[in-house]
């Protein structure tokens, strides 16, 4: 995952660099988020075999991953840190002690499943959704 959630404000603010690459809408899979989100504006990235779509819903940053064929894998939401699972905030003082979380979000799989991500020292911390240790990914 390429993306940068900023926790400057309750909500986050997301940033973005996907491979760098800035889609135009007639480039992307665009019907399954429009479906989703009718009348909402997003700016679309690549993100390795997906697309992804940054936009912002009721003041909160998000972004939908979408497959070429159109259909939704994920969509984040930029969250506070304070908003974290207890026991994400303990895991990171064990395993990334003096390391502050810089970013936070809330990801909902296309199957339902909720994921939270922390990110510290240039790695999503990802969590399942009762905060259990999943995986680290390079940011």
Do not use: C
């Not at 660099?17 to 504006?41: D, H, I, R, T, W």
């Not at 936070?104 to 994921?115: E, I, L, P, S, Y």
């Amino acid at each position: 995952m390429k993306k940068i959630f900023s926790a400057a404000s309750a909500a986050g603010l997301i940033t973005i660099s996907a491979m760098g690459q800035n889609l135009k809408e007639s480039q992307v899979p665009a019907a399954a988020f429009e479906k989703k989100y009718p009348a909402m504006k997003g700016s679309w990235d690549k993100e390795d075999a997906n697309y992804e779509v940054n936009f912002r819903q009721e003041g909160k940053s998000m972004s939908a991953l979408i497959e070429n064929s159109g259909t939704i894998v994920e969509i984040e939401t930029g969250i506070s840190i304070n908003d974290l699972p207890e026991s994400v905030g303990k895991y990171m003082e064990k395993h990334y002690a003096g390391i502050k979380i810089k970013e936070a979000a809330r990801v909902v799989k296309a199957n339902g499943d909720t994921n939270y991500e922390a990110e510290a020292n240039h790695k999503d911390v990802v969590f399942d959704a009762n905060g259990k240790f999943i995986k680290e990914m390079k940011d």
